[in-house]
C-alpha cells in the first residue's frame, strides 16, 4: 500500500535540501542502503531527529519505497517524480545527484531573484509610506495656502492623485500576486487536458512550461531507456507514476500512437505540447540507435535553455521596478510644482 493510502506520520523538514541530496547521492554511491544513508544524514539537516527517526522506521515497516520516504522528509512531487522512476531503472544515486543540481539552480535562482528585488520593493514601499505622509499633512497645508493667495476660480489645488501611484503599483502588484494564487487552486482542481490548455494560452509561461515539460520526460524516458527499459516499458512506468499529470498524459498518448505503429518522434509531433525541436532530436536518435543518450543529452539542453529564459527575464524585473519608482518620483515633483506654477501666474 501507498503511504497516501495508510496513515501518515507528521512531515519532517530539513535545512539545506540541495546538499542533502547531494550528499545522500554520494553516500548510495558509496554502498550504503538508502535507510542507512537516511539515518546518517538527518542529524546533520533535522532538528527533530527522533521524530526522523521514527517516522522512517514506520514507512520502512510498512514496506514504503524511496519517494515515500523522501515526502515524510517533506520533498514535493519534483523531486518524488524522478526518484519514483529511478526505482524502475536502478540508477538512485544518479538521480539524486541530478536531482540535488538541480536544487543548487534552483536556489541561485530564488537568491538572485531576492537580491533583485529587495532594494527596488523596500524602496517602492518607503515611497508609498513616504508619500502617504505628504497627503496626509504637506498637501492639505498647501492646499490651504493656495486657497487663501488665489482669488477667483482659476487656481488649481494641489493634484493629490499624482501621490497615489506608488500606493496604486502596490495595489497592482497584490492583486497580480493574488489572482496568481487564485488561478494555481483552480489550475489543480481542473482535469489535465484543461490544465494543459490554460497553461499554453499565457504567452510568458507557454514558453517556460514547454521547456521544462519535454526536459523532463527526455530525462527520465531517457534514462530507462539508456538503462536497458524497453520504449513501451518506458512509456508504461510514466502512466503508471503518481507524481506528474501532465507526463503521465503524454504517456499515454504517445502509447496509444505507438501501438497504431508510430514512431515515438511522430507520437512527440501529434501530441504538440512540447518543444518544436524535439521530435527532431528523437528521430535522430531511432535513426542512430542512441535514443537514450540523446534523450539525456536533450533534456540537459532544455534545463539550459530554461536558465537563459531565466536570466533574461532577471535583467528585466529590476530595470522595471526602477522605473516605476522613478515615475513615482516625477509625479511628487510634478504634484509639488504645478500648483506653485498655477500660483505664480494667478498673483
Same mark, same amino acid.
Given at each position: ?27 548510495? *554511491? ?80 530564488? #537568491? ?24 496626509? *499633512?504637506?498637501? $492639505?497645508?498647501?492646499?490651504?495656502? #493656495? ?14 492623485? /499624482? ?155 529590476? $530595470? ?16 509639488? /510644482?504645478?500648483?506653485?506654477? *498655477? ?5
Amino acid at each position: 500500500m501507498r503511504l497516501t493510502a495508510r496513515k501518515q506520520p507528521p512531515k519532517i523538514h530539513l535545512r539545506e535540501r540541495g546538499r542533502f541530496l547531494a550528499r545522500l547521492a554520494v553516500l548510495l *554511491n558509496e554502498g550504503y542502503l538508502l535507510p542507512t544513508a537516511l539515518n546518517l544524514l538527518l542529524p546533520i539537516h533535522s532538528k527533530q531527529l527522533d521524530a526522523a527517526e521514527a517516522g522512517l522506521t514506520v514507512i520502512l515497516k510498512s514496506g514504503g519505497n524511496a519517494a515515500e520516504l523522501l515526502r515524510f522528509l517533506g520533498f514535493r512531487e519534483g523531486v518524488l517524480f524522478p526518484v519514483e522512476i529511478a526505482e524502475h531503472h536502478g540508477r538512485l544515486s544518479e538521480s539524486l545527484e541530478s536531482i540535488a543540481k538541480s536544487y543548487g539552480r534552483t536556489e541561485q535562482v530564488r #537568491m538572485k531573484l531576492k537580491n533583485i528585488l529587495v532594494y527596488p520593493v523596500s524602496l517602492l514601499v518607503f515611497t508609498s509610506l513616504l508619500f502617504l505622509f505628504f497627503r496626509m *499633512n504637506y498637501v $492639505p497645508n498647501l492646499s490651504e495656502l #493656495m486657497a487663501s493667495l488665489q482669488t477667483g476660480d482659476g487656481g488649481k489645488g494641489v493634484p493629490a492623485y /499624482l501621490l497615489k501611484l506608488p500606493d496604486l503599483f502596490i495595489a497592482a502588484m497584490a492583486i497580480c500576486l493574488a489572482g496568481a494564487a487564485v488561478f494555481s487552486k483552480l489550475l489543480k482542481m481542473q482535469p489535465v487536458t484543461r490544465q494543459i490548455d490554460w497553461l499554453l494560452r499565457i504567452p510568458v509561461i507557454r514558453s517556460y512550461i514547454r521547456l521544462y515539460w519535454s526536459h523532463l520526460l527526455a530525462r527520465e524516458l531517457g534514462t530507462l531507456i539508456h538503462s536497458g527499459v524497453s520504449l513501451q516499458e518506458s512509456l508504461r512506468v510514466l502512466r503508471e507514476q503518481n507524481h506528474h499529470e501532465v507526463i503521465r498524459y503524454i504517456a499515454v498518448a504517445a502509447e496509444s500512437e505507438i501501438i497504431l505503429g508510430q514512431s515515438m518522434s511522430t507520437a512527440v509531433e501529434r501530441i504538440g505540447i512540447l518543444s518544436g525541436d524535439m521530435p527532431a532530436f528523437l528521430r535522430h536518435g531511432e535513426l542512430t540507435g542512441y535514443l537514450g543518450k540523446e534523450l539525456i543529452l536533450y533534456s540537459e539542453v532544455q534545463m539550459e535553455q530554461i536558465e537563459q529564459l531565466t536570466q533574461k527575464w532577471l535583467k528585466i524585473i529590476q $530595470p522595471t521596478f526602477f522605473v516605476i519608482i522613478a515615475a513615482c518620483i516625477v509625479a511628487a515633483y510634478l504634484a509639488i /510644482l504645478l500648483p506653485m506654477y *498655477n500660483l505664480v501666474h494667478t498673483i
